[in-house]
């Protein structure tokens, strides 16, 4: 696992500025008004060569008393999910109340915290920063973030704090696989119908389970791992939407996956949230299973499996090679076939394929349909090919000129090789190079 960086802070202190200049691409909107960053986005960001996980999250702050809850929820993402926390405050505007209540927060945690001043963005303002060691936080780091100055000294100090990280590292040959969905799909009780026995608390509040929970299960001579990814528990009234937070929990857990499984409600259908974080498995290169629970509580007719298949396809356009499974958690029903298609996908991902049967698939895919020409007449020309890594297969094809590589004639070579070799349930990568 890489370690994961939590920005946190009020409104309007330059969060998700210092979020875009970590990653270096302007993912984050940034926007002088407090509240702009409404959902928490995530990103991969690079370090010295320390590679981790970065979270930019929305600004809390007191000015509602109503708004309590959702503040607690809010620094509890930071809290429960974060191995180091940014500390964002703004040094034109001094120490405020909002301050205070997010430092005392981060204390209780225990987890390390930075603390960047932001907006010093000259010498003469660096006097402004020494006021903030009364958020007991340790020495501020003054940053300016719109120029970028003083943000490597913040990088280095989270760094730092990595080595004091305690990572297992994970030698057991079991088949990984994650549960990942909205809250109140029933990941928990697709576990407990998978293992034969309750152990995964279930409930029909939306975000029962808060932490991903590791169960092994030995099964016709295969050991397989599960990881049950968990919600966030909803205290009083939160007014927060609990379905932000399942994205970071499959990123975590995904990020440990061999095997991935999507699971669907088929009770309500398909939501925006669902695409999400099928994107997110999608991106990763992880075998996928799209799993449509709660099938019993469906009204079927003949037709009505073909109906939802057809719709899945057509909103998963991208997961148009994952396989698709009809259970019902609560009956049981069905929930063997999952472990066929778990060996299916998992050895598809880790599949090598020769490179003598490779370029055999390349040379019959350039007979059956030319490569493509710029406007110019450039013709691309594909020489030869190789199988990299895997999990997920990846090849690298040698060209004249990469640029020649459409988008679209890419995709014919993915579906060619999806022909030639059995790739269900995994994405394949083709990167197309310059030969020397």
């Not at 009364?134 to 080595?163: A, R, T």
């Not at 991903?212 to 009083?236: H, M, P, Q, S």
Request: glycine share 6%; no cysteine.
């Amino acid at each position: 696992m890489i370690p994961t960086v939590a920005v946190v802070g009020r409104p309007n202190v330059g969060k998700s500025t210092l979020f875009n200049r970590i990653i270096g691409e302007r993912k984050s909107i940034v926007e002088d008004t407090p509240g702009v960053t409404r959902d928490r986005i995530y990103a991969t960001g690079d370090w010295l060569g320390h590679e981790f996980n970065i979270i930019d999250t929305g600004g809390i702050e007191l000015d509602d008393n109503l708004f309590q809850n959702e503040i607690s929820v809010q620094a509890e993402i930071a809290i429960n999910e974060a191995d180091v926390i940014v500390m964002v405050v703004n040094g034109r505007e001094g120490v405020t109340n909002d301050d205070v209540h997010v430092a005392n927060i981060l204390h209780r945690s225990k987890k390390p915290v930075v603390l960047m001043v932001n907006k010093i963005d000259s010498y003469e303002m660096r006097s402004e920063i020494y006021q903030f060691y009364e958020l007991g936080l340790g020495d501020p780091y003054p940053v300016s973030g719109s120029h970028g100055l003083g943000l490597g000294d913040v990088l280095d100090k989270v760094i730092e704090n990595f080595s004091t990280l305690n990572y297992e590292v994970d030698e057991d040959d079991s088949i990984k696989v994650s549960l990942i969905g909205r809250p109140n799909v029933g990941k928990s009780s697709l576990v407990n119908a998978i293992l034969g026995e309750d152990r995964v608390i279930v409930s029909n509040i939306a975000g029962t389970t808060r932490d991903a929970i590791d169960t092994k299960l030995e099964k016709d001579g295969f050991n397989y791992t599960f990881v049950d990814t968990a919600g966030i528990r909803k205290r009083g009234k939160v007014y927060e939407n609990t379905e932000k937070y399942s994205v970071l929990r499959a990123n975590v857990a995904i990020e440990r996956s061999d095997v991935v499984l999507l699971v669907l409600n088929g009770e309500e259908g398909i939501r925006e949230q669902d695409k999400r974080i099928a994107g997110i498995a999608h991106e990763a290169g992880r075998a996928i299973v799209i799993v449509v629970n709660k099938w019993d509580a469906v009204e079927k007719d003949t037709q009505t499996m073909r109906k939802f298949e057809l719709k899945i396809r057509d909103q998963f356009r991208f997961l148009d090679y994952a396989p698709i499974a009809f259970v019902s958690a609560k009956t049981k029903s069905r929930v063997h076939t999952l472990f066929p298609l778990i060996h299916t996908v998992d050895n598809a991902h880790k599949q090598r394929v020769q490179s003598s049967a490779l370029n055999e698939v390349l040379v019959d895919s350039v007979a059956m349909n030319p490569t493509p020409t710029d406007k110019t007449g450039k013709r691309l020309n594909i020489f030869y090919g190789t199988q990299v890594s895997v999990a997920p297969p990846t090849f690298v094809v040698f060209v004249n000129d990469p640029e020649l590589m459409h988008f679209s004639y890419k995709r014919y070579l993915e579906n060619r090789l999806r022909e030639a070799f059995d790739f269900t349930g995994t994405p394949i990568h083709i990167i197309a190079r310059r030969r020397n």
